[in-house]
């Protein structure tokens, strides 16, 4: 797979990574089938229905092999997988990896066009699914051979071996689904993965006496990433295909799970949940945080009332876990920031600050499937250009923002996350989240979406009367308010999706009176 247009990382940095052993020096079996060795009753990964030890998935994934192998799967193969969350398609991951194959990930939730677009994007030989999504997502239309995850655990082919794949090649690509029309492939190696997860591992302290709670997609960077810490550091992983408050909640307590990483959404209902049920105390030991603005109240409820170690972290599938919180932060230091560099990365700012952050490291992607995004993400000297805006200062990271999350009124311009933190108190308000019009007397125009359960009761004097009162600047006040009956729409990672709330199309929309 060939991979164009992106600016590489000087050898010499290159030649560190490995120095410093962030690249090479491992192999595959130095992680699924070393855990398995050393401890082989040790639960591996549970999804509610299966739950498989680390001596069952090695045998489960060395049958993968023989079957994938059976149809083709070899060095170079690129296997499109839509992916539940649940242990076969763990599994089949890991096999696809083994076969020497790159791992095209898209999760079940997905529509048809993004099937075709990953199917013509990679030129994958072999879709992996479930029956039922390869019906309802017309896979069989496309002139593909499909398996079904069921097939693959069952199949009788022998497996005849197979051998260490190189780590720098492409392993894994996981689409993005940010700010742009169509899902961007990003294109990662064992040897980023690996570092990615590494830096997971390192800030949260994982040890093979833990089990990570996973709701987010396996065909996400965050649910590949743990995949890889837990097997590699002989924890458990708990899999959450269908994430709801309350059932989670029983679940993350029956079975132990004393990690979660991910999206903040996932930790505030988990703890509104547990408010509800007068509880003042979970199994979790820690969380990291990322993805998103990430409330402060949140952070503080976890150590005050639960015990919880926080972990901030930043990063994206393009560059995991770049940042996070150090382990010996404590107190305020565990929340003030997005963190310390992990090992091997390196921070710009482009600009004066705040500007817009320039990362490097081992996690680094290999790049874009498509050279034209990949001629716009890069720098000289193989820095990354995150879109995010923020501050380095004295070895620790602040993020500010987004360029793009930035709403210009008559040339001034405002911050849709500084709205949305103050708006997020709002009575009533279950969620919130700024976001841009269009607007011909001043260029943009800025909006907020207000979720509660009692729309009639929000008026736009109430909204914006109440953001005077929380200290927000009379210039920064919205002018448009859109009360939902209905969650707002977030990508698998829980990011929200200001731009499906620019369409206008759903929830009661208020007017400033000039625009009335």
């Not at 092999?65 to 070899?74: D, E, I, K, R």
């Not at 096999?95 to 075709?116: E, F, I, T």
């Not at 959450?240 to 993350?252: N, Q, V």
């Not at 320039?358 to 820095?383: I, K, S």
Request: aromatic share 4%; proline share 6%.
């Amino acid at each position: 797979m060939q991979i164009a247009g992106v600016e590489p990382i000087p050898a010499e940095v290159r030649q560190r990574y490995v120095d410093e052993g962030l690249w090479g020096g491992q192999g595959l079996r130095d992680g699924l089938e070393a855990a398995a060795a050393r401890d082989p009753q040790r639960v591996a990964v549970g999804d509610g229905t299966t739950t498989w030890t680390y001596a069952e998935l090695v045998a489960a994934v060395d049958g993968a092999v023989g079957c994938l192998g059976g149809h083709g799967c070899g060095p170079g193969t690129a296997v499109l997988v839509i992916a539940p969350l649940v242990a076969p398609a763990v599994a089949v991951y890991h096999a696809v990896l083994r076969c020497g194959g790159v791992a095209v990930m898209v999760d079940r939730r997905c529509g048809r066009a993004d099937v075709v677009n990953a199917l013509e994007a990679t030129a994958a030989e072999l879709v992996v699914t479930t029956p039922d999504l390869a019906e309802a997502l017309g896979v069989g239309e496309l002139d593909v051979p499909i398996v079904s995850f069921d097939h693959v655990l069952e199949c009788t082919t022998p497996s005849t071996g197979w051998v260490e794949r190189d780590p720098a090649l492409p392993a894994a690509i996981v689409f993005t689904s940010g700010t742009t029309s169509r899902p961007k492939g990003v294109v990662h190696s064992l040897d980023t993965l690996r570092a990615g997860a590494r830096n997971m591992a390192e800030i949260m302290e994982v040890t093979e006496r833990d089990t990570a709670f996973l709701s987010t997609p396996l065909a996400s960077i965050t649910g590949l990433l743990q995949t890889h810490l837990t097997t590699e550091r002989g924890a458990g992983l708990l899999l959450e295909d269908r994430f709801a408050a309350a059932s989670s909640l029983a679940r993350l307590w029956a079975e132990g799970a004393t990690i979660l990483g991910g999206a903040p959404v996932i930790i505030e209902e988990l703890f509104t949940q547990a408010e509800r049920e007068d509880l003042h105390e979970v199994p979790l030991r820690t969380m990291a945080l990322g993805g998103a603005m990430i409330p402060r109240d949140v952070l503080e409820l976890a150590v005050e009332r639960y015990g919880i170690r926080p972990v901030r972290a930043y990063g994206s599938s393009e560059v995991p876990m770049s940042t996070g919180t150090l382990p010996s932060d404590e107190g305020e230091g565990r929340i003030a920031d997005d963190g310390a560099c992990a090992r091997g990365t390196e921070v710009r700012i482009l600009g004066e600050q705040p500007g817009e952050l320039l990362l490097r490291g081992p996690m680094r992607m290999l790049g874009y499937l498509d050279e034209g995004d990949n001629a716009e993400a890069f720098t000289t000297g193989g820095w990354y250009r995150t879109g995010d805006l923020g501050r380095f200062a004295d070895g620790r990271l602040t993020v500010t923002g987004r360029l793009k999350e930035i709403v210009s009124r008559k040339g001034l311009k405002i911050s849709l996350t500084e709205i949305d933190d103050v708006a997020r108190r709002l009575p009533g308000a279950e969620e919130v989240a700024a976001f841009g019009v269009p607007d011909p007397e001043t260029g943009e125009r800025l909006a907020l979406a207000v979720v509660t359960a009692d729309p009639d009761a929000v008026t736009f004097d109430g909204v914006t009367g109440w953001l005077l009162d929380a200290g927000l600047a009379k210039w920064k006040l919205p002018e448009q308010v859109v009360v939902r009956g209905r969650p707002l729409p977030r990508t698998e990672s829980g990011k929200v999706q200001r731009r499906l709330l620019a369409d206008g199309t759903e929830g009661r929309t208020l007017l400033a009176p000039r625009l009335s």
